[in-house]
């Protein structure tokens, strides 16, 4: 493995939910956390500042659609991979997020490893999205 950090950050306006997944990426050796934004102001203002190599994206709760959120994530940071928080990666459904512009999907539901690897895959541009599915069982539980 890369001794280089990736850069992440993160869009949720679910504070709670946000907090606890951006507990996980502080305490992981590869990331460089570069923090969580609540809402699209701060969103974007962060994204000028850190340029992260990597953007998660919870579009629960926001009146952008994802293709929004993830177009001004590229207006301001076009070099940024963008992996979107969705409640299934079951085919076909997981389609509609990546047609608004995903380069990865991942659910809460998620082992956080699982979350990490799939961040990790992103940067490097290994992602396979049929092996995501392949390798997480429906139930949550990586196998």
Known sequence: ??????????????WPVGR??????????????????????????????ARPEVALIDPLGFRETTTELV???????????????????AEPIVQRWYDAGADA????WMHPDAILEVVAQVRRGTFDRAALADRVAPTGAAS
């Open 20 to 49: 606890a997944l951006a507990r996980v990426f502080q305490r992981n050796d590869s990331i460089n956390w570069s923090g969580l934004a609540v809402d699209t102001t701060s969103w974007r203002e962060m994204l000028i500042v």
């Open 71 to 89: 177009r001004l994530m590229h207006s301001v940071s076009p070099d940024t991979k963008c992996i979107v928080f969705v409640p299934t990666i």
């Open 105 to 108: 999907c991942v659910a809460k």
């Open 1 to 14: 493995m890369s001794s280089t950090k990736t850069t992440v950050m993160a869009l949720d306006s679910l």
